[in-house]
């Protein structure tokens, strides 16, 4: 294993021996994804049948709605702050300099910050999906290609606006007002807890320029209703598009954030 594919492996190694050095932290993780799944199914059961026609396009079925809005708005969190979080902390420990100095491309190094986070968000998602299916969620209709087609595209378009982010980490060290903003925006307008169509139109007008408004179309209408590419193509092709803007305008905010600092000299700061 030679170049970067050696710097990807042997990074993913390293951070997944000293995440699984703290046990605690993974069972905390488990026991907070099993809550939030029963909130969902405690909270389709109250109140979820006053949606209506609102989720015919969905399955009808409030908990399984709700349940890939939960998950795909915790994939965006971590797109968000996955690659800054890293950076963060390498502000903190004095390494993030020394990581720039070598020779690896920079997309290399911030890719490779955050894939142990990705592996587990993979680990979350396969929970949520096991506990829903265990009370009660049916997922035999569903489109598994498009769904693992939508879900890689999501990561993505996710990740670019982590790197935008990022940049903004390296610039102003402490607070990270772009992934607040995205986040907000994103829970607020993208339909992670009620379907788009109950916002006024302006607001799903600005719906459409959130990557996880058509994620969501995407994972719900393929794994709950069994929809193919026919039907689905505008999401994907609005969710790749997303996905090419944002991921070399993230990289390039970057690079421009680095050499910022590096001229005034607070690379090294915190």
């Known amino acids: 294993m030679d170049g970067w594919p050696r710097v990807l492996g042997a990074t993913f190694i390293r951070d997944m021996w000293t995440a699984t050095s703290y046990r605690m932290?993974?069972?905390?993780?488990?026991?907070?994804?099993?809550?939030?799944?029963?909130?969902?199914?405690?909270?389709?059961?109250?109140?979820?049948?006053?949606?209506?026609?609102n989720l015919s396009a969905y399955g009808g079925n409030y908990f399984a709605f709700a349940l890939v809005g939960i998950a795909l708005s915790n994939l965006l969190a971590l797109g968000l702050s996955g690659i800054s979080s890293r950076v963060r902390e390498g502000q903190l420990m004095g390494t993030l300099e020394l990581m720039l100095l070598s020779p690896n491309r920079l997309w290399v190094l911030l890719v490779g910050a955050s894939l142990w986070a990705h592996a587990m968000a993979v680990v979350t998602l396969l929970v949520y999906a096991v506990v829903g299916l265990a009370l009660g969620l049916?997922?035999?209709?569903?489109?598994?290609?498009?769904?693992?087609?939508?879900?890689?595209?999501?990561?993505?378009?996710?990740?670019?606006?982590?790197?935008?982010?990022?940049?903004?980490?390296?610039?102003?060290?402490?607070?990270?007002?772009?992934?607040?903003l995205l986040g907000m925006a994103s829970v607020l307008l993208a339909g992670v807890f009620y379907p788009v169509s109950v916002l006024p139109v302006w607001l799903?007008?600005?719906?459409?320029?959130?990557?996880?408004?058509?994620?969501?179309?995407?994972?719900?209408?393929?794994?709950?209703?069994?929809?193919?590419?026919?039907?689905?193509?505008?999401?994907?092709?609005?969710?790749?598009?997303?996905?090419?803007?944002?991921?070399?305008?993230?990289?390039?905010?970057?690079?421009?954030?680095?050499?910022?600092?590096?001229?005034d000299g607070s690379l090294s700061q915190y």
């Not at 769904?147 to 402490?174: C, D, H, R, Y």
Request: glycine content about 12%.
């Open 204 to 263: 799903q007008a600005l719906a459409q320029l959130l990557p996880l408004t058509h994620a969501l179309e995407l994972m719900r209408r393929s794994t709950l209703s069994g929809e193919g590419f026919a039907t689905l193509w505008p999401h994907f092709a609005a969710l790749a598009a997303l996905g090419v803007l944002l991921v070399p305008l993230g990289l390039w905010a970057c690079g421009r954030a680095i050499r910022f600092a590096q001229t």
């Open 25 to 53: 932290g993974f069972l905390l993780s488990t026991g907070g994804s099993l809550a939030s799944v029963l909130s969902v199914y405690f909270l389709g059961r109250a109140f979820g049948g006053q949606l209506g026609g």
């Open 138 to 180: 049916d997922l035999g209709s569903a489109n598994v290609p498009v769904a693992l087609a939508a879900l890689a595209l999501s990561v993505v378009a996710f990740n670019g606006m982590g790197l935008v982010a990022a940049s903004v980490v390296i610039v102003v060290k402490q607070g990270n007002p772009i992934s607040l």
